[in-house]
Nanobody
């Protein structure tokens, strides 16, 4: 198992911003893609954003235009910047690293709470 550790969650007011980080213990190059997912109370886990090592990114419709996913090679992280946060963004956020053979590795999650 290659550990993935999420950080950066917390309490933020509506309209605020958070930067979530997924720290990878080995080289990010081990993974073809890294995704950020979230699971809100009473809902299934859903994809928020994904970035491929080759460059392409994908975003869920709800976060398109107010989120950005990218690599920070110096910190060995994949970061998710989320702006204009709203109550529907409240969830546990997980990062997932996907190897070429399809094997997935998940972190433990970080809680994001949006409340005034």
């Amino acid at each position: 198992q290659v550990p993935l550790v999420e950080s950066g969650g917390g309490l933020v007011q509506p309209g605020g911003s958070l930067r979530l980080s997924c720290t990878i213990s080995e080289s990010i190059n081990r993974y073809n893609a890294v995704g950020w997912y979230r699971q809100a109370p009473g809902k299934q886990r859903e994809l928020v954003a994904m970035i491929f090592r080759t460059g392409p990114t994908h975003y869920a419709d709800d976060v398109e235009g107010r989120s950005n996913i990218g690599y920070d090679d110096g910190e060995n992280t994949v970061d998710l910047q989320m702006n204009s946060l709203k109550s529907d963004d409240r969830a546990v956020y997980y990062c997932e690293g996907r190897e070429q053979n399809g094997v997935e590795h998940w972190g433990q999650g970080t809680q994001v709470t949006v409340a005034s």
